[in-house]
């Protein structure tokens, strides 16, 4: 079964960085967009970053300049490098298909940025 597993969160302070990792297994990984999508308490799911199939890749305009996405095909990985974190970056970090999220969400992986 499909199954996306996500890493790597923690407590960071202001200014600081993480690494994300999501593992992905259960289907074609190679033909799918993928991205890193976030959700803070009380607020909706949203998405932050994307890259395709081909290696494109997009972002929120609350992290461009910030995050950076990336994805290994032989592994079947996406990571999310976050620099220059703040604490509005706090929430929930998930990875999901794009554009739009077929699979089931995975546990996801905190992120809290606060001194």
């Known amino acids: 079964q499909v199954q996306l597993v996500e890493s790597g969160g923690g407590l960071v302070q202001p200014g600081g960085s993480l690494r994300l990792s999501c593992a992905a297994s259960?289907?074609?990984?190679?033909?799918?967009?993928m991205g890193w999508y976030r959700q803070a308490p009380g607020q909706q799911r949203e998405l932050v970053a994307r890259c395709t199939s081909g290696g494109s890749t997009d972002y929120a305009d609350s992290v461009k300049g910030r995050f950076t996405i990336s994805r290994d095909n032989a592994k079947n990985t996406v990571n999310l490098q976050m620099n220059s974190l703040k604490p509005e970056d706090t929430a929930v970090y998930y990875c999901n298909t794009v554009p739009n999220a077929i699979w089931s969400w995975g546990q996801g992986t905190q992120v809290t940025v606060s001194s």
């Open positions: 259960g289907f074609k990984f190679t033909i799918f967009g």
